[in-house]
């Protein structure tokens, strides 16, 4: 998996991207909007070893793939989620956004320390993982809950209150519009064009939502990651009405919805807990179809985005560079 991540040939949506920043970056020699951008560090020190383009992905691929195997040891049914996960999460995030495939790694590391209740090092993760890709900086609400922890609706409302009071100022002060978030985020004006499927993206999303909300009283017999599940929930919905929101207000709305996607990739990975989660807790005489019926769901999601995606084409047909060689 390792090698057909890293090793991939002008396969992906920002391969070419990162191949011209790859081969102009010198010295602090990034220039435009800050962008928070920690990925420069990784190409600084593949350029101080005298390495090409394919180590700075196997690096970042390396980043990705350790934090996922991380996250899935938070689960019994790893090999299941890992399933799941390769449509979506490994095939299109991790061979086509490159800084959120690394953010997400770190992520990964950050969510299962957070499973493990071990403070300072979930707390390590979770700033690298917002130092690559700011759009992790979402999951700052999960950190002041912990595992096992009893979700109390008075903590609910006043963390609620803080932490969206802290990102809207995080945004007037750092951002100010959203030109430069979209530029932190690592958009460009051809990608947020395409986006002809925008609302079935975020219907897949709600999906998941009501699957926990119908079975919400069997989901909180896991106590260790009820809170992941609770804030899941929280989080979607509340991406979704803010995308609403600013659509309304904001000039350049096909910027809100790029935005809230790249937001909402990191969910992916909470999406396939929660069905692999139901798979146990529905009584079936026939399970094994109902396992076959989810990992179906995902493949779906897979073939609709390469089917209907304008840029899908950037991902097809994988092209290997030992093959190049």
């Given amino acids: 998996m390792l090698l057909f991540i890293s090793g991939r040939h002008y396969v992906g949506g920002d391969y070419i991207s990162y191949l011209k920043l790859f081969d102009k970056s010198k010295v602090n020699d990034f220039g435009g909007f800050p962008k928070l951008q920690g ?18 992905n196997f690096l970042c691929a390396l980043a990705f ?5 991380n996250f899935l040891k938070i689960s019994n049914e790893r090999l299941f989620i890992f399933i799941l996960l390769i449509p979506t999460m490994i095939y299109v995030v991790g061979m086509g ?36 890709h700011i759009s992790s900086i979402i999951f700052i609400f999960l950190l002041f809950f912990k595992s096992y922890e009893k979700i109390k609706f008075s903590k609910l409302f006043l963390l609620t209150i803080f932490t969206t009071s802290f990102l809207f ?39 998941p939502c009501l699957v926990f909300l119908i079975f919400i009283k069997r989901f909180n017999k896991d106590k260790k990651l009820y809170p992941l599940y609770f804030f899941f929930l929280l989080a979607i919905v509340s991406v979704i009405i ?12 096909s910027y809100v919805d790029v935005i809230a996607d790249r937001v909402l990739l990191p969910f992916l990975l909470i999406e396939a807990l929660i069905f692999v989660r139901l ?24 073939f609709a985005w390469l089917e209907f995606a304008d840029n899908s084409f950037a991902w097809q047909p994988y092209r290997s560079i ?4």
């Fill in 39 to 56: 990925l420069n560090y990784i190409i600084q020190f593949v350029h101080a070893l005298n390495l090409n383009y394919f180590f700075f």
């Fill in 65 to 69: 793939l350790a934090g996922i195997f």
């Fill in 97 to 132: 956004y490159t800084r959120q495939s690394v953010s997400i790694g770190f992520l990964c590391f950050a969510i299962y320390y957070w499973s493990e209740n071990m403070n300072m090092k979930k707390y390590i993760f979770f700033i690298l993982s917002v130092f690559i």
């Fill in 169 to 207: 100022l995080f945004y007037y002060l750092y951002f100010n519009n959203f030109d430069n978030l979209s530029s932190a985020i690592g958009l460009d004006y051809r990608i947020v064009k395409n986006s002809p499927l925008k609302y079935l993206k975020f219907l897949a999303h709600i999906v």
């Fill in 242 to 253: 803010l995308m609403l929101v600013f659509k309304q207000l904001a000039e350049e709305s």
């Fill in 279 to 302: 798979y146990s807790l529905i009584d079936l005489e026939y399970k094994f179809l109902f396992k076959l019926l989810i990992i179906f769901y995902f493949g779906l999601m897979l």
């Fill in 322 to 325: 030992f093959l190049e060689w």
